[in-house]
Each structure stands twice: as C-alpha cells, then as structure tokens.
C-alpha cells in the first residue's frame, strides 16, 4: 500500500469500497450520509489515519476508524485492510441483517406487487364474507 498522508474522502470511500463510484460517495457525503468525527463534511476534505467516519449506506451503518490510505481502488480483500470497525458497529450491523434476513423469509416478498388471479380473488372475497 501507498504511503500518502491525506486522502480525499470520497476518493477513500471508494477506495475503501463503501462505494461503487466515487460520484456515488461524494453525493452520499454531500447529503450527510458520511461524517467525519460525527461532524457533517465535504467529498473534498482531506483525511488522515485515525480519523473517525460514520457510514449510513442501504439502511446500514459503520462505525470505521481509517487505519491506511491507499490512492488505488484494490481488491475487496485488501479494502477490508484500510479500516477497522468498532466492535458496537459490527454488532449493531449483524443484528440488522439477520432481523432483515428474517423478516424477509417470513413475509417472503418477491419484490413486485401483483394483480391477484381468479382463484386468489375468490379466496379473498370468502374470507371477507365469512
């Protein structure tokens, strides 16, 4: 890894992979979705190992200290090299995704609503009346 001091932030964020496009994080920054040592801040601000970053992304959030700088967009692997996240965070995080995961096979959504058929049209109209 490149040993440069300060970094862009929304270039580190995609380099971090947080993001697909650095367009992508600086809009998410620009609309309070990043915080730098939880105050609000531009894509251009520079950061330096140890700053603090909260991360609302998809209904999720990380709590990430950065630990290296890289100017290169790298593997997941070596993206996973350039933070570290709290242990509340990560918790946090894991706890949401199960709920989520569950609540999904629970509900079992296929992700489009439709127009019931016939047969389901006759189920509905029996339970209402009876």
Known sequence: M??????????????????????????????GKVHVSEQRTKPGKEVKVGAMLSISKDNYRWEVTIVAINGQRRSAKEAVLLYEESAESLAKREKQIIQNREQRELFDFSGKDHKPNKKERRLIHQFKQG
């Open 2 to 31: 490149s040993e440069l001091e300060a970094i862009r932030l929304d270039k580190w964020l995609w380099t971090a992979r947080f993001f697909k496009t650095r367009k992508l994080a600086a809009e998410a920054i620009s609309g």
